[in-house]
């Protein structure tokens, strides 16, 4: 079953699929071709602009998540989630079987990034002082990739109920922290949340750090 | 502006006849006194400071502002006044105090800004004496996108005019004022990788940790270097300077500028109160403590987010009660 529903979900997203493997593929590219001079006193500011384009990498893993996230909900959405619940298989095995085939679809563009990131470093001639991290690079993309897709796979998967509380919470929470902005301006209730969100051990936290392609 | 330049003509006027036989020297000295201050006054109309009111002081220091940027000024003076002792002490480019004007040209409630994107402050500075009506200008956009810089850009300038007074054999080494508008961290970290990245047998063996190549490749000592050699460039160069006042404490600026005669080495030494070769080897330890020394990836990192990962998976296991 899980075969069948790839299959399914690659016929749904393959265009998509494709074009983020081609984005991904060109990014560590045009990152270090935008850059590179190969001179000594230019090197601390291509380090200074790759740290630059450091940020795309996560940016990517986000744009690659929200797509296929949703992509791979778009039938059943349409559909009301008919198709699934006339299925002879629990909920849980089905939102499962559709997790699995979407980390599946992952893969092509972790791989496309893994080769661009090869192919850009293995066509400069490295300076003493350098390092070079093609793979530790991919393998960070790739968990922030598979963290981003789970939440927004979670938010597709969710019902138009679950949904509908989740933003009158969020209007809540805004409206709650402008009061307090007026009230108290010192104190900043998302930026709050952003920060805790955002640093270890919060969900997002493996989006931060370093993004080098090519370092110190 | 106006006021001290009133104040002065009726001044002039009160003078009694006695006093109007004295010597032509005390007359030359407050005609030339006048001027200045007329040609300040002629300035500052011109440029419509009219606006501008004094909001803070702090020991020689002065601040004045635009409506709008005047509570923002007043703090910025204080974080000035810091950085200003941290780098330079109680040095100043005129002995007779420094003034600071932040001039808004255009509205600058949010709303205005918003709608118009006219957000433009000019920074002024001059010395109190009059003397000269104005050191510097500078149109900036920075204080108000980030209200913070402020004080950096307010660093930077006060460099810019307190840098040329410094001792000749460090202005021949230096030539520009070393780059304090830059945040600390991004200087030293840009220095570092100026370190690391360096080419050049003399350069390679300051980063392997030979301090008399760290002096060649710095200008400090030894035959002026070719360019294979890999001489180190004034961006490190001035975060040497930097690193020697900051280590040298408050009194390290006029230790580098003392009036007796000293080189280059012997100066920056005695502004860090070490001996040359111990700030040597500080300042390289330091920047190179600043490299990176863990992979992009740990497994800390790893386990983060898989844990996380299946946490959402399991949530959306629960929000998916479709009916």
Known sequence: ?216 | MSRRSAATLLMLAAVPPAARAQSASPWADSARRLSSELAALKDSLLRRDSAVIEVARRGDLVISASPGLQAEAARALDRFAAERARWFGSATPSPEGFRIVIRSTAELTWRAAFLTGAREVVLSGLPDSGRAPRGFSNRSWEPLAHPAGLDRVLLEQFAELLYPTTASAIRSWLPGAPPLAMPDIERRREAMRALVTASGAVARRCAAGELGSCAAALGLRGPRLHEGDGPYGTFLRADFLLFALESGGPRAWARLNDPAPADLADRLAAAARMPGDSLLAQWRRGLLSLQPAEAPVRTGGVLLALGWSAAILLGALGLSRWT
């Not at chain 1, 740290?51 to 795309?56: N, Y």
């Not at chain 1, 791979?72 to 002879?88: E, N």
């Not at chain 1, 509908?164 to 805004?174: E, H, K, M, S």
């Open chain 1, 1 to 216: 079953m899980l075969t069948a529903m790839i299959r399914i979900q690659w016929k749904g997203c393959r265009h998509l699929v494709t074009a983020l493997a081609v984005a991904a593929f060109g990014l560590p590219i045009a990152s270090v071709a935008a850059g590179w001079h190969a001179s000594a006193t230019s090197l601390p500011r291509f380090l200074s602009e790759l740290e630059l384009w450091g940020l795309l990498y996560p940016g990517l893993a986000a744009v690659a998540a929200l797509a296929l996230g949703t992509a791979i909900w778009a039938s059943d959405r349409r559909g009301h989630h008919v198709y699934a619940l006339l299925l002879p298989v629990a909920r849980w095995r089905y939102v499962l079987l559709r997790f699995a085939a979407g980390l599946v679809l992952l893969v092509p563009v972790i791989l496309a990034l893994w080769a661009g990131a090869v192919a850009a470093t293995a066509a400069i001639d490295l300076p003493p002082g350098l390092r070079i991290f093609p793979h530790a690079l991919t393998v960070k993309f790739g968990l922030a990739l598979l963290l981003l897709f789970s939440a927004c796979f979670a938010a597709a998967a969710a019902s138009g109920r679950t949904l509908g509380i989740a933003v009158r919470l969020l209007g809540l929470f805004l409206a709650v922290h402008v009061a307090v902005i007026l009230l108290r301006p010192g104190v900043n209730l998302v930026w709050m949340l952003v920060s805790a969100l955002a640093s270890w051990p919060g969900p997002f936290a493996p989006l931060g750090g370093r993004w080098m392609l090519i370092d110190v």
